[in-house]
Each structure stands twice: as structure tokens, then as C-alpha cells.
């Protein structure tokens, strides 16, 4: 008998569900649709909110931008996410129109 090749472990790959299509062959994780969308809201309530801003009152109530912001995606994810990096947020600014220089 033959001894049986060793295959790596390979993770599962994320459920269908948190993917969003974008495009033809393309697909964008639901996390950070979701963060975009309620990034919007959040300009849309705070329109002078900052990356800074958002990210110093990430902890705070929903009464802050970051606040806003993490209560936001705690309703559309169903659990509370990490605070998002400041390039992250920066990135997400230059792509919906809110430019800020760093």
C-alpha cells in the first residue's frame, strides 16, 4: 500500500451571504459595504465629522460620528465591530467623496 499524499488544511471560504456582488466577476465582503452605507449616514448626520473625529468617539453613544458609526453596524453585521484603521476610513472618504487630507 501506498503511503497518502499530505494535503493542507484549507479554511472554508466565506458564505455566499457575506459577499456583495458589485460587478460582473467581482464581489465586495458585506462588511465593508456595510461600513460605507452607514459611513454615508453618518456624513449625512455630522457633516463635519472627521476620520479623526470618528475614530476618537468610536466608543461613545450614538449622540458622536463614531458612535453613530459603531451602532450603525452593530444593526446591519448583528455584532459589534472593531474600530475600523484609520487608513480604512481614509480610503472609504476618497471613494464616496468626503476627501480629507491625512
Known sequence: MLPQPCLPMLEPAPAVADWTVS???TATP???VARR???R???DRFPDATVARIRQTYAGTGRTPGGYLRTL???TLGGAPARPSAT???DDFRLL???QSR
Open 23 to 25: 460587478g460582473p466577476g
Open 30 to 32: 458585506k462588511p465593508m
Open 37 to 39: 452605507a452607514a459611513l
Open 41 to 43: 449616514q453618518v456624513m
Open 73 to 75: 453596524l452593530t444593526q
Open 88 to 90: 480604512t476610513l481614509h
Open 97 to 99: 467623496g468626503f476627501v
